[in-house]
T-cell receptor, first 110, second 115 residues
């Protein structure tokens, strides 16, 4: 079993929809959580990072962490075609190696 | 540019050949990471440097893989006697220091194909 599980999709939604992306993790030692966006043939780009349980909002993006259930989510409001990409959740015990989920491939249809 | 630079962007090699992949981190970044990303998968950790010291190499899949960062800036990942299962995208990331709130900035990777 992988340390971080993420549904690979693909997920296809119409423009303007609210998108919900989710991951679960197995090790309670993970303390820090990130969401990366990866466009085709590009490197991952950091979207959000958080430490504590609860919500963190940045523009159209909201990251949610529930440490009690080991569940992390990313919500995208008013989705745009430019949001079409692979979204990767990641976690780490400290400031060193990141453990990634498989990535969810998202398409926003105009 | 100001980002992490990797070269070459694409590399094709025959099985059994040695390859060397280069990473130029963001200037002043202390920490440097290498990851391997197979098709349709998330990146997987290979190794980590703080300045010139290799502090964690637990993710290197075999002794055919070797990484160095001799002067604490540019890093090279070398794969000896390549195998077909080494085909993947190799990503380099750097961060300002070890603090968790210093994000890792990724390059666009080297896409390695072993024939």
């Amino acid at each position: 079993q992988k340390e971080v599980e993420q549904d690979p999709g693909p997920l296809s939604v119409p423009e303007g929809a609210i998108v919900s992306l989710n991951c679960t993790y197995s090790n309670s030692a993970f303390q820090y959580f990130m969401w990366y966006r990866q466009y085709s043939r590009k490197g991952p780009e950091l979207l959000m990072y958080t430490y504590s349980s609860g919500n963190k909002e940045d523009g159209r993006f909201t990251a949610q962490v529930d440490k009690s259930s080991k569940y992390i989510s990313l919500f995208i409001r008013d989705s745009q075609p430019s949001d079409s990409a692979t979204y990767l959740c990641a976690t780490t015990r400290g400031a060193q190696k990141l453990v990634f989920g498989q990535g969810t491939r998202l398409t926003i249809n105009p | 540019g100001a980002g992490v630079s990797q070269s070459p962007r694409y590399k094709v090699a025959k099985r059994g050949q040695d390859v060397a992949l280069r990473c130029d981190p963001i200037s002043g970044h202390v920490s440097l990471f290498w990851y391997q990303q197979a098709l349709g998968q998330g990146p997987e950790f290979l190794t980590y440097f703080q300045n010139e010291a290799q502090l964690d190499k637990s993710g290197l899949p075999s002794d055919r893989f070797f990484a160095e960062r001799p002067e604490g800036s540019v890093s090279t990942l070398k794969i000896q006697r390549t195998q077909q299962e080494d085909s993947a995208v190799y990503l380099c990331a750097s961060s300002l220091d070890r603090a968790w709130d210093q994000p890792q900035h990724f390059g666009d990777g080297t896409r390695l194909s072993i024939l």
